[in-house]
Structures are given as C-alpha cells and as structure tokens.
C-alpha cells in the first residue's frame, strides 16, 4: 500500500491510501489570503470550516504562510490566521498541514513563542534546506516530499535523506505529472532501499502522525479508507 499523504486529486489506484485536501483536512491556504480579501471575511469561512470538523477530518490544513507569492496578505495577517488554525489542530488533537514558501524562519520564530510542542506538524512540499530543517525537528514536525524530487538541480533529495527516517512522507500535492508510485520509486533510489521497506515505513509513520486523534482512531480510519477506495 503507497501512502499519499497530502494530495489535491482522487488517487487513481485504489489501493493506495491518499489523503484529500478538503476531504480529510480542512483550512484556509495562504494563497486565499488575498489583498482583495477582508479579515473579517476570511474569519467568517474560518468558521464555518469548523463546523464541518466530523470525524474523517484527521488534519488541518493546509495552512500556513507564503512570502513568494505576489499579492498575499503581510506576513503579520498571515500569521494570525495560521495561529488560528494551531489552536483549532491543539483543541481538535489533529496534526497541522502546513505550506510554507520562503517563510521558514517566521514559522520557527512562531513555534518558538508558542513554545509549540504539543502538537504534530506536516511541513508539505518541504523546500527549506536542511539547517531550517534540524531546527523544526525541535518540535513535533515531519516534512513530506513528491514533486520536487523531480525539478532540475533540486536540494530536496539530498534534504530528505539526511532527515530522521521517522519524520518523512511522501505526497503528490496539487500536481499530475508524477504519480505517487513514480515518488515511491525515485525515493526508493534516493535511500538506496526496496519499495516494501519504504512502504512499512510509511505505514508505521503515519500511525505516530495520528496517534494523537482521541475520537477517532487512526488505525480504524485508515482501515475503513482502504475498504471504501
Ligand atoms: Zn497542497
């Protein structure tokens, strides 16, 4: 079984186990935090998005912050939402999905007041380099990797390998250009292992990502997704 762990698009094999943006995690994407957007709009969907907590809802998410991006909110706003979301993952026991984009040292500053260590984290697409990385492993952080294995003269191979294997997934995001069993592949080549050794894993990883969920058991859901895709 391949484990997709944050993707935009139904899996095409049905025997990998995919977790849907908007199906099982839900939040505000920085990129929807736009200038033209009110605060109090964005606060408005904010909660409603709470209401629509049920127990398939594992994480929350995506979340974060983007600094690349033209015409986003500041940094500061951006903050501010994403601390609503690290306070609705605590109060909820589900790990955060988060996107960061050239906003890793902000992110760490944030963990680091909150003194944020009570709860999972999922860096998504992680493109920060390794010194960032070994920072965030001070709290409960993993990172996931997929695409960008594939991008001419990428870091993330190298990044990816040298992170504690207990701490990595793999995704296919919001793209098509590669599947999740073409990810599987390449990462098989980047840890010099076999397919089944990454597939156990994966599997045992994402038990401890979601081993703290109290009203819904992880081990159950992932079960119940297997049967039903
Ligand atoms: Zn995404």
Redo the contacts with the bound molecule.
Sequence with gaps: MLIDI???HPPEASSNLCFL?GLHSLGI?PWELREDQAMDSVEKRFGELKKRLNPEILAIG?CGLDRARAGLWPISEQLAVLEWHMQWSHSTKRPL?L?CVRAHSDLLMLLKKKNYHEGKILL??YNGNLTEAMKFLDYDTYFSFGPSFFRKNSKTPQVFKTLPRERVFL?T??QKDYSIEAIYAKACKILKVDQKTLEELMEKNLLTFFSDLNDVSASDLIANLRTRS
């Design positions: 944050h993707s935009h943006e994407h995506e999905i996107h998504h697409d995704e995001d919001d």
